[in-house]
């Protein structure tokens, strides 16, 4: 497709149910980016790919979240044993270069809307 | 730690005049700055990149500064409009992100 398309795009989930979020990126993107947003804030960083390789991923609050590229275009962010303070929204990003020459900026997707219950 | 920082959470202009947005940076020197807007219940959409050895970068109405002596991005929005109220997210060459500011243009 033309754009980062996420799905799903809204994702009620009981506390304690484990979630995956998809994020299918734009083809041919080498870096690809997750953000958790919270309502009135600024996307946080989550962790960050180059290809398949996961080369950050300081941003996960917990180790109940996972997020793997293994063929190094779509993209699964996992979430354990979700929490109240999970709910949020979840951004996906992607760019055709890496962050050291960045021209055209990135390309987001329209978010994963996630509330737990 | 490096952080970007977004001086305003909010800002209400009148249509016409010009929105002045501000961004400064700590604790590193960016090679690159970004700004994105995004709209209620929409990813943010890229609008200008500015690198450190330009000062002022244009596109249509946008206009962005950088000043590495104040460590600082200005974004201008000229003859604004109320199809330019969204929220203006400002982020660093490794894609961390201000907390964003909000503009509202009112007619």
């Known amino acids: 497709g033309a754009g980062v398309s996420q799905s799903p795009r809204y994702k009620v989930a009981k506390r304690g149910q484990d979630v995956a979020l998809r994020c299918d990126p734009i083809?041919?993107?080498?870096?690809l980016f997750w953000y958790q947003q919270a309502l009135g804030q600024g996307p946080e960083f989550l962790t960050y790919?180059?290809?398949?390789?996961?080369?950050?991923k300081s941003g996960l609050p917990s180790d109940r979240f996972f997020a793997e590229r293994p063929e190094g275009s779509v993209s699964t962010l996992k979430i354990q044993r979700t929490q109240q303070e999970d709910s949020a929204v979840y951004l996906c990003?992607?760019?055709?270069?890496?962050?050291?020459?960045?021209?055209?900026?990135?390309?987001f997707g329209s978010g994963t809307r996630l509330t737990v219950v | 730690s490096q952080k970007i920082e977004q001086n305003s959470e909010a800002l209400n202009i009148q249509e016409g005049k010009t929105a002045t947005l501000t961004c400064n940076y700590t604790?590193?020197?960016?090679?690159?700055l970004q700004w994105y807007r995004q709209d209620p219940g929409r990813g943010p959409v890229f609008l200008l990149l500015?690198?450190?050895?330009?000062k002022e970068k244009r596109k249509e109405r946008l206009k962005v500064t950088f000043d590495t002596t104040l460590k600082q991005s200005l974004f201008h929005i000229t003859a604004s409009q109320p199809a330019d109220s969204a929220t203006y997210l400002c982020?660093?060459?490794?894609?961390?992100f201000g907390a964003g500011t909000r503009l509202t243009v009112k007619p």
């Open positions: 790919f180059q290809n398949e390789a996961q080369l950050d």
């Open positions: 500015i690198r450190e050895n330009e």
């Open positions: 604790n590193y020197s960016p090679a690159y």
């Open positions: 990003a992607s760019s055709p270069s890496g962050t050291g020459g960045l021209y055209y900026g990135y390309t």
């Open positions: 083809s041919g993107h080498v870096s």
């Open positions: 982020a660093g060459y490794d894609m961390r």
